[in-house]
Nanobody, 121 residues
Framework: QVQLVESGGGLVQPGGSLRLSCAAS????????MSWYRQAPGKERELVAA????????NYADSTKGRFTISRDNAKNTVYLQMNSLKPEDTAVYYC??????????????WGQGTQVTVSS
């Protein structure tokens, strides 16, 4: 059974930092592109950052470049999102996402349940 379990969200003041974690199981983590998405109230879900494997190439939304860092630990089946210099507009539910091929060669996309990040004074 595939599971993506996010943690690390919470309330933080503007300018503060948070580190999100996503623990994965039930699929070959090291073969999947891992991403973080977010969805604010009344807005569409958007890509925040993505990281490939094994090269570890990364991609960021323009709004998060220079402030957020995505990383992964394939030995721990975990992907992280370090968020610095947080702004109120970063407030959203953050979702972990996995994209790759299953054992049959079919593309599969998995989602976590989301973790709330609120940036407010």
């Amino acid at each position: 059974q595939v599971q993506l379990v996010e943690s690390g969200g919470g309330l933080v003041q503007p300018g503060g930092s948070l580190r999100l974690s996503c623990a994965a199981s039930g699929f070959t983590f090291s073969s999947y592109v891992m991403s973080w998405y977010r969805q604010a109230p009344g807005k569409e879900r958007e890509l925040v950052a993505a990281i490939t494997s094994p090269t570890g190439s990364t991609n960021y939304a323009d709004s998060t470049k220079g402030r957020f860092t995505i990383s992964r630990d394939n030995a721990k089946n975990t992907v992280y999102l370090q968020m610095n210099s947080l702004k109120p507009e970063d407030t959203a539910v953050y979702y972990c996402n996995a994209l790759g091929r299953d054992y049959s060669g079919n593309w599969e996309r998995y989602w976590g349940q989301g973790t709330q990040v609120t940036v407010s004074s």
